[in-house]
Structure formats: C-alpha cells, structure tokens
C-alpha cells in the first residue's frame, strides 16, 4: 500500500527566502506525481504534475523534481512571497488513476 | 467560469438524517471522484466513476452511495449520517480515458459536513 510522507509538517520563513518541500513514497510504481496548493477554506490547486519518466517539472517560481527510485519528490519555491503562505500537499497516482495524499506541509511567509 | 462546481458549500445536520452533495464538471471530463478530508486534514478516495460507470470503491460505509447520472455531475448520498461523517468532502475531475491522466486532477471547492 502507497504510503506517502511530507516533510517538513509546517515551515515558517520570512519573505524573499527559497521554500523546500520534501515528499516521500513507499511504493516506486506511481503513474505520476502531482503537487497541489491548498488554502484554509479553499479546494486544492494543482501547481506542477510530474510524469513517471520525468526528472522535473517547472512553472514560473516552482520547480518540482521526481526521483523514482529513492522515493521522493521536492518542491522548490525561489523568492517566497507572502502569497504563498497555504498548505501544500503531495500525491502519487496510482495506476488506477487514485491520488494518494501526504498530510501537507503548512507554509507561512511573513513580510 | 467555474470547472468543478459543488453545491452546497456548508452542510450541518443532525444525526440519522440523510443528505446529498451535487458535484458538476463543465471540462468535459470524463472521470469523476469523492475525496474525503477529516479533522486531521488526510485527503482519501471515495468513489471514481468513468463514463457513468464505477471503477475505484474504497472501503467506505454503504451509507455512502455515489450517483452518476452523466459524465459532467456526480452526486454522494448519505444515509443515516453519523458524527464521524463530519468532514470536508471534494469533487475532483481529470480526462482519465482508459488509464490515468498525465493532465492532472480539477478539484472542486468543497463541502463542509458538519454532523451534530
């Protein structure tokens, strides 16, 4: 069974500094791995989806690398901003197209 | 133009009482999900239809009963709701096809059950 971890939980960093996010999967047969956004009260986002046979994807300030073998996913975000204060959650899709979720690191930036 | 559109927002009921969440997709998705988010913010499958058909049943009480009357609306019923059925319950949407979709998920808004 995928299990699927992120790490750090909660992050808290002033504004301009580089966000790390670390996601971690037990099973290495993803179909792909997705990044989402979520804000309190809100849906979920979707920011970058990484094919199996990628390495990395990236979209403006987010870039999002895939190492299948050793099980982990990161999210790096360049330039903080107070904007990007929201929880962001990891999952790896299955091949029956179900999303396996992490619980989500909470990001705060503060001006 | 809203994609994945789900109605009501905010639900509060009491218990044994029975109650319905509409989702609808105007992407022309042909996959369907309930996810379930709980107190302890764990996002977990429900139910996936493709095509009005049911292809992912996760262990989940059959007081939960999914309805898909087309391909763009899919609807949860709940029966006899339980205060364990408080949560946030998500319609998501991605084009699946036969196999799953290297173009992402669409999630709706959320519903916020809350049983009393």
């Known amino acids: 069974k995928q299990e699927v971890t992120q790490i750090p939980a909660a992050l808290s960093v002033p504004e301009g500094e580089n966000l790390v996010l670390n996601c971690s999967f037990t099973?290495?047969?993803?179909?792909?791995l997705q990044w989402f956004r979520q804000d309190p009260g809100k849906g979920l986002t979707s920011l970058l989806l990484?094919?199996?046979?990628?390495r990395e994807q990236t979209s403006g300030r987010l870039n999002a690398s895939l190492d299948k073998s050793s099980g982990r996913s990161t999210l790096y975000i360049a330039a903080s901003q107070p904007g990007d204060s929201a929880t962001y959650l990891c999952?790896?899709?299955?091949?029956?197209?179900?999303?396996?979720f992490g619980a989500g690191t909470q990001v705060v930036v503060t001006p | 133009d809203t994609a994945v559109s789900q109605t009501p927002k905010y639900l509060v009921t009491q218990m044994g009482n029975d109650k319905s969440i509409k989702c609808e997709q105007n992407?022309?998705?042909?996959?369907m999900y309930w996810y379930k988010q709980d107190s302890k913010k764990f996002l977990k499958i429900m139910f996936s239809?493709?095509?009005?058909?049911?292809?992912i049943n996760e262990t989940v009480p059959n007081r939960f009963s999914p309805k898909s009357p087309d391909k763009a609306h899919l609807n949860l019923h709940i029966n006899s709701l339980e205060l364990g059925d408080s949560a946030v319950y998500f319609c998501a949407s991605s084009p699946r096809g036969r196999r799953p979709s290297n173009y992402g998920y669409t999630f709706g808004s959320g519903t916020r059950l809350t049983v009393v």
């Open positions: 999952a790896g899709t299955d091949s029956w197209g179900k999303l396996q």
């Open positions: 239809y493709n095509n009005k058909e049911l292809i």
């Open positions: 992407l022309g998705h042909d996959t």
């Open positions: 990484i094919q199996s046979s990628q």
């Open positions: 099973d290495s047969a993803i179909y792909n």
